[in-house]
């Protein structure tokens, strides 16, 4: 029974991986840009959450309502003027470095702002939990995972259903030949980053809600989550979502036996393994044999 | 051929960021429904020309007229959309991971009329066959033969004036590079003008109206196709052997 549960919080888990995932698989497909700072923006998103509800009273999930046009307007200013004011040929290492400096402000703002206390939301439902044929499951997660499937759903139409979804894939998957359709590439891109950063704001939200947070740490997400990205095809979103569940419940399952640092192995193992015998990643993947 | 020309590139000088220039004063003239063939030695600056007239890289001299109007300095989003000139890239360049159907709706992406885009839908697929027989599968899984007729019907969906076309036989076994030829041809016949670079340049001289050889960056000779494979000094410099052998 342990064991069911355990493939419960793995896939309540892998949602929020995979919505966190997809941001970064934006980020990459429309500027080749390793974006280390993604998971600093989910915790400020946390943070934002918890002070929403701390000053206010009201459920932390309405922050969502400033929070994500926030974040996505901060992404298309940071591709504007940050992303891509870098020079081509060196793009995505120079984006490495740029991100990782983005990641420590926002650790070090927030270390100075809301010090370095672990903060926990404490809602009236935060301990209520459900009983899911036999496995116990504390709603807040269950909240967290419907916010994050709603969150990849929506974002899954927005990009297979809509005019600017045919642009923004026509832009990841062939630049030039989408400025020869006459599509905008630059403003597409931008956009792109928007939504990527917003899936941070969303994910942030969902992460306050059940989870201890503190500044640093975003380091724990960034490994696990750029691991999800290589492992699922670099650019794929859908090959993403599918190596974040996998990966999410693996991880999960090995919690019980092996203690959570090792645990979270699992996704060193995997992209190492990935590495080694399929580079083009498991899932999707065409793109990224071009880079 | 002393028609008034439908795109013009009037001694262009352009290149890439502070490297030397690549076009010194190149000057080409596309007649409408017209099939200029321009060929050349590998870096001579085929693909540069193409990318100058398709506003993907700006010339740092010179003028680009389309029916005689200056458009010089205008990116490709005007210059397909309000111009008229579409241009099929040298190498693949479907998008891979989509459909042939969105491939072709992202041909017609600057178009808002929905009847217009089915009447082009309609064409295209009529023109290019495998274009409807392959229409729900991924483009990157297609052949390469099947990608470059996909790329084609993208291109011609806003019903060009004027298709610019880079290699579009590059490593195609000989058959099906005639029929890409033969499309090609078509798509002259359906009144459509075509800018054709090529490497295959005796093949491409057999379907031109008017052939230019371009070397370091300027026309050397420009005449009709005919003439230009008659011609046994060309025939020995650029076109792979004496025409004489034939
Ligand atoms: N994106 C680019 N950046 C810098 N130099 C380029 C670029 N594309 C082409 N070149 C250079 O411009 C010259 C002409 O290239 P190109 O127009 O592709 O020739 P062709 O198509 O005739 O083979 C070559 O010397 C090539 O190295
Ligand atoms: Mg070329």
Redesign the pocket.
Known sequence: MLTFQSVILGVLLGGLYALLAAGLTLYFGVMRVVMIAHSAFLILAAYLAWYFHRETGIDPLVSLVGTVPLFFVLGVAMQRLLISRLRAATLTMMSVLLTFAIALLIEGLLGYVFSGTQRRTQLSYSGTSLDFFGARVAVVKLIAFGLAAAALLGLYVLLKASRFGLALRATIQHREAAQLAGIDTNRVAGYGFGLGLATAAIGGTALALDTTIYPSLHWHWIGPLMAIIVVGGLGSVPGAAIAAMLLGLTQSLLQLPLGTTWAQTVFYVALFATLAFRPQGFFGGRLAQRF | MASEPLLELDSVEA???R?AL??RGLTVRVPPATIVC?V????????????VASGL?KPRSGRIRVNGRDVTGEGPRRMLATHGVAHVL?GHSVFPEMTVAENVAAGAYTVRDKAFVARRTDFVKELFPVVAERWKSLAGLLSGGQQKQVEFARSLMVDPSVVLL??PSMGLDPKTAGTVFDQVVRMRDAGTAVLL?E?NARRALEIADIGCV?DL?KVHIEGPAGDLLANPDLADLYLGGSARAY
């Open positions: 290149g890439y960021g490297a690549v076009l321009l050349g030695p590998n870096g001579a600056g085929k693909s540069t020309a193409l990318k890289l040298q880079d290699e670079v490497q371009l960056g």
